[in-house]
């Protein structure tokens, strides 16, 4: 049941609802999005300072991580007691989601709130053992986005295919010097850097020391493609299943709603105690994902997640820069272009 919203939201509620929404994953760790408060409402743009040239030219990967923190958002938002009616608008001159509140009871999602903190990307071999068929249903359900297309890979004939595009993105990808420069850009090698910068992929959530930040980068630029290549395809076989995420248009909603089905199932697999972590090397290779898109029996759909799943124990978790530094002051813009959905 709703209620008319009159007084204004506590800007510290605001700021809490934000924090869970900065939780949400992004491609290498960049976080690349920033918050508007006003008095009932929350509006998300991307930062593109924060952009991927190299490995996401269309910037298809960061509005697909902006559907990640409006998921974490809207689901946080039911925590406190708000509903939530979304607007996109995505003209190029304005690029924008607005998140109005008002108060609503009940919260079909808390079980998800409450894993929003513990959801990570597990970067190591899990142990092989098959997900139940009940988990793997509730997957499913998860993923349901208008828009977005979601498929199950658990059987070895069908995961083998799938390891050579992976194996082949991967070689691209480390024999591109620009790809392995970015790449190197946003690991933090160093503990005091990774808490400083609050961003970026960490050695330890990666399984590696701490080291200097050259000596990281040495080691890096010293690995050959083809190892690459190998130590992913054994993550993957040592995993339970593969999943997709696949775009039924190219276009920045629909982005933007791929990021929020794979939320939904990221947060219902952590709290099956399931494990994820992406191996989306053929969908950043554009050549690669043309010949997975054919394999796939796909025409115009673009298939722009994969990811492997399973069980593991934790790694340590990556950073997150404090709400304070992704906070924009509000600024008067246009309706154009406004897309209406619903609570």
């Known amino acids: ?40 409402s929350i509006t ?14 269309d910037d298809h990967a960061l509005f697909i991580s902006l559907g990640c923190a409006l998921e974490n958002l809207v689901i946080a938002a039911q925590h406190f007691g708000y509903g939530s009616e ?41 142990d092989g053992k098959p997900i139940p068929a009940g988990d793997l249903e509730a997957l499913e359900v998860a993923a349901q986005k ?7 890979f658990t059987e070895p004939s069908e995961i083998e295919p799938l390891i050579d595009f992976v194996k082949e993105g991967n070689r691209l990808q480390f024999g591109n010097k620009d790809f392995v420069n970015e790449l190197v850009s946003w690991i933090r090698f160093k503990k005091s850097a990774a808490e400083s910068l609050g961003d970026g992929l960490n050695s330890a959530s990666m399984g590696a020391p701490w080291v200097p930040q050259w000596l990281g980068k040495l080691f890096v630029k010293m690995t050959t493609s083809e190892k690459e290549a190998q130590k992913t395809a054994d993550a993957i076989k040592s995993s339970s299943a593969l999943m997709i995420f696949i775009a039924e248009k190219d276009d920045k909603l629909t982005w ?15 709290a099956l105690g399931i494990k994820h972590a992406h191996v989306n090397m053929p969908c950043e290779e554009v050549s690669v994902r043309e010949k997975m898109q054919k394999h796939l029996g796909l025409k115009g759909e673009q298939p722009l997640l994969l990811l492997r799943i ?34």
């Open 1 to 40: 049941m709703q209620t008319e919203n009159k007084q204004p939201i506590d800007r510290s509620t605001l700021k809490e609802i934000i924090y869970y929404a900065t939780l949400a994953p992004s491609g290498h760790n960049t976080q690349p999005w920033l918050f508007t408060l006003e008095d009932n």
């Open 44 to 57: 998300i743009t991307p930062d593109f300072r924060r952009h991927l040239p190299v490995v996401d030219p």
């Open 86 to 126: 979304i607007r996109f608008d995505l003209d190029d001159e304005s690029e924008k989601i607005i998140i109005e509140l008002r108060p609503e009871e009940g919260n079909p999602d808390e079980h998800l709130f409450e894993v929003i903190a513990k959801r990570q990307s597990t970067r190591r071999n899990y």
């Open 146 to 152: 208008d828009g977005v297309m979601f498929r199950l």
């Open 256 to 270: 933007i709603r791929l990021g929020q089905s794979f939320e939904r199932v990221a947060l219902k697999a952590t």
């Open 310 to 343: 399973g069980y593991a124990e934790a790694r340590p978790r990556s950073y997150r820069r404090p709400v304070k530094e992704v906070l924009h002051s509000p600024e008067r813009s246009s309706t154009k272009g406004w897309i209406f959905v619903g609570f």
